[in-house]
Nanobody, 123 residues
């Protein structure tokens, strides 16, 4: 199966910035969709931003103008630049990728989550 490696979380003051990165381990991929989700303490996981060739890039209203999602095909990655962070952005951020990978014999579908990275916005 496909493993996703996340990095970039941490503690930041309100108004600060963080950059999250998520890369798929391996070499041969075709991505249908790459996305970041946010799970605030005690709440359900929610979509933050998503990118695909068919629909482009979309953001939830709460992060529009503050977050920027970018796909890097050379790294098989998707990055989330988070600016002007607010306390309500605190939580665990999960990367999700859907697509196909070449397993050596044929192209196999995958729908995989990263392990999550903690973001804490606090003064």
């Amino acid at each position: 199966q496909v493993q996703l490696l996340e990095s970039g979380g941490g503690l930041v003051q309100p108004g600060g910035s963080l950059r999250l990165s998520c890369a798929a381990a391996g070499r041969s991929f075709m991505f249908y969709n790459r996305a970041w989700f946010h799970q605030a303490p005690g709440k359900q996981r929610e979509l933050v931003a998503t990118i695909s060739d068919t629909i482009g890039t979309r953001y939830t209203d709460a992060v529009k103008g503050r977050f920027t999602l970018s796909a890097d095909d050379a790294r098989n990655a998707v990055d989330l630049q988070m600016n002007d962070l607010k306390s309500e952005d605190t939580g665990v951020y999960y990367c999700n990728m859907k697509g196909q990978f070449y397993n050596g014999r044929y192209w196999e579908r995958f729908d995989t989550w990263g392990q999550g990275t903690q973001v804490t916005v606090s003064s």
